[in-house]
């Protein structure tokens, strides 16, 4: 049967050039009807000789014969059942052959159809990895013919389009690159030029610090020097953060241990002059003695010396900026807080340059990296960070691990 159908295919896809899907479904009506009318006529023409023919044999027999009336009935009912079963099995027949005939056009055309919907799920299958057509002499319905035509031009079409794409693809990458070049070199020339302004403001600011101090031991302090002081300091912080930036990833920055108290201690005194400039003061209360840090000096400074800073450049004037060391289970708690206005996005107050407003909604000078250069210091060395912030006061808190605990 298999072998059947497999011949007939390739005497439909040789012969005939193409078909539609309607014309097939009209050609398989037609043919059924075609195929409906022959048998019928034939089996009409067939029981009308046999009706005759009866007629002529029993009229035949009859006169020859003497029969009653009752003996004529009942040989002629006999006559008419056996033609009745006869025209039965004649039309049971015509009616099995007709759906043979109905079934296995089905099967045909149907066999024709999913060989050319297989054709095109392997056409895509293949074109998602390769540029291959479809022939469309392999397809037997005129309606996917039409459509091997639209997708090959769109497999075409794609495929300039790749192209092209290929093209503007490479010269996009010479231009990244001779752009990343520039902006190479840029960044270079920036450092560098980071790196020298960093050197060469180093030797002034000590002159200036050490000459301050050195006349501050021969003459009285006047407030003068001390806004010249201050403002040195000032600088100075500013030159430790941007020396930090230019060095961090050149040099390796090794722990030591710190006696965390002492060393707040001495940044507190470092900036007090700064902070009586800006009429603010420190409050120091620390609850722990003699309590070490195994931390590197530079990156503690940093954290220390940018957050005493930020108080002072935020907290109103003529109030105490609070300054607190205390225990906390195995870690010691470093808190600087003062009263200000409240931050207006705690999640922001670590990005590269934001900068809040003072309270009459001016924006403080700086650069805005001191709290994002700690809270990178802070994440490279887990030291975690948690500020409040409301009407009463906004306090910073660094949670320091104790050395040997």
Same mark, same amino acid.
């Given at each position: 049967?298999?072998? =059947?159908?497999?011949?007939?295919?390739?005497?439909?896809?040789?012969?005939?050039?193409?078909?539609?899907?309607?014309?097939?479904?009209?050609?398989?009506?037609?043919?059924?009807?075609?195929?409906?009318?022959?048998?019928?006529?034939?089996?009409?023409?067939?029981?009308?000789?046999? @009706?005759?023919?009866?007629?002529?044999?029993?009229?035949? +027999?009859?006169?020859?014969?003497?029969?009653?009336?009752?003996?004529?009935?009942?040989?002629?009912?006999?006559?008419?059942? !056996?033609?009745?079963?006869?025209? =039965?099995?004649?039309?049971?027949?015509?009616?099995?052959?007709?759906?043979?005939?109905?079934?296995?056009?089905?099967?045909?055309? $149907? !066999?024709?159809?999913?060989?050319?919907?297989?054709? /095109?799920?392997?056409?895509?299958?293949?074109?998602?990895?390769?540029?291959?057509?479809?022939?469309?002499?392999?397809?037997?319905?005129?309606?996917?013919?039409?459509?091997?035509?639209?997708?090959?031009?769109?497999?075409?079409?794609?495929?300039?389009? %790749?192209?092209?794409?290929?093209?503007?693809?490479? +010269?996009?990458?010479?231009?990244?690159?001779?752009? !990343?070049?520039?902006?190479?070199?840029?960044?270079?020339?920036?450092?560098?030029?980071?790196? @020298?302004?960093?050197?060469?403001?180093? =030797?002034?600011?000590?002159?200036?610090? =050490?000459?301050?101090?050195?006349?501050?031991?021969?003459?009285?302090?006047?407030?003068?020097?001390?806004?010249?002081?201050?403002?040195?300091?000032?600088? /100075?912080?500013?030159?430790?953060?941007?020396? @930090?930036?230019?060095?961090?990833?050149?040099?390796?920055?090794?722990? #030591?241990?710190?006696?965390?108290?002492?060393?707040?201690?001495?940044?507190?005194?470092?900036?007090?002059?700064?902070?009586?400039?800006?009429?603010?003061? *420190?409050?120091?209360?620390?609850?722990?003695?003699?309590?070490?840090?195994?931390? $590197? &000096?530079?990156?503690?400074?940093?954290?220390?010396?940018?957050?005493?800073?930020?108080?002072? %450049?935020?907290?109103?004037?003529?109030?105490?900026?609070?300054?607190?060391?205390?225990?906390?289970?195995?870690?010691?708690?470093?808190?600087?807080?003062?009263?200000?206005?409240?931050?207006?996005?705690?999640?922001?107050?670590?990005?590269?340059?934001?900068? &809040?407003? !003072?309270?009459?909604?001016?924006?403080?000078?700086?650069?805005?990296?001191?709290?994002?250069? #700690?809270?990178?210091?802070?994440?490279?060395?887990?030291?975690?960070?948690?500020?409040?912030?409301?009407?009463?006061?906004?306090?910073?808190?660094?949670? *320091?691990?104790?050395?040997?605990?």
């Amino acid at each position: 049967m298999r072998n =059947t159908l497999n011949n007939i295919h390739r005497y439909f896809l040789l012969k005939v050039n193409s078909i539609t899907i309607k014309q097939a479904n009209i050609f398989t009506t037609l043919f059924i009807f075609a195929f409906t009318i022959i048998f019928a006529y034939l089996l009409i023409k067939e029981n009308y000789s046999d @009706y005759e023919r009866a007629l002529f044999e029993q009229k035949a +027999h009859y006169n020859n014969a003497l029969l009653s009336e009752e003996e004529q009935l009942l040989q002629t009912q006999k006559q008419l059942k !056996t033609l009745l079963i006869k025209n =039965t099995i004649a039309i049971a027949t015509l009616a099995f052959i007709l759906f043979a005939i109905m079934l296995g056009l089905h099967k045909i055309f $149907n !066999t024709i159809l999913q060989r050319d919907i297989d054709a /095109f799920l392997d056409f895509f299958k293949k074109t998602a990895h390769n540029e291959q057509v479809l022939n469309p002499h392999a397809i037997f319905f005129k309606e996917f013919k039409v459509m091997v035509r639209h997708a090959n031009s769109m497999l075409h079409t794609i495929s300039d389009q %790749k192209t092209e794409l290929r093209e503007l693809n490479v +010269h996009l990458e010479d231009k990244v690159k001779d752009k !990343t070049k520039d902006l190479e070199d840029i960044l270079a020339a920036q450092k560098e030029f980071l790196r @020298y302004t960093v050197h060469e403001t180093n =030797t002034p600011l000590s002159v200036i610090l =050490t000459s301050l101090e050195l006349y501050e031991m021969k003459h009285e302090k006047d407030k003068h020097l001390s806004k010249v002081e201050a403002a040195a300091k000032n600088i /100075f912080n500013i030159y430790d953060d941007l020396s @930090y930036l230019v060095k961090k990833d050149q040099i390796e920055y090794h722990k #030591v241990a710190i006696n965390i108290d002492q060393f707040i201690q001495s940044r507190i005194d470092f900036f007090s002059e700064v902070a009586l400039l800006s009429k603010v003061e *420190f409050s120091y209360i620390s609850e722990v003695e003699d309590v070490y840090i195994y931390f $590197n &000096e530079t990156k503690l400074q940093r954290v220390i010396d940018n957050t005493l800073t930020n108080a002072i %450049k935020y907290t109103y004037q003529n109030e105490i900026i609070d300054v607190a060391l205390k225990y906390s289970g195995l870690f010691v708690d470093f808190s600087v807080g003062g009263h200000s206005q409240p931050i207006k996005d705690v999640d922001k107050i670590f990005d590269e340059y934001y900068r &809040e407003g !003072t309270k009459n909604s001016k924006a403080i000078q700086g650069f805005g990296i001191g709290l994002r250069l #700690v809270k990178n210091i802070c994440d490279e060395e887990s030291v975690n960070i948690s500020i409040i912030s409301d009407d009463k006061i906004n306090m910073f808190t660094y949670k *320091f691990k104790v050395m040997g605990e």
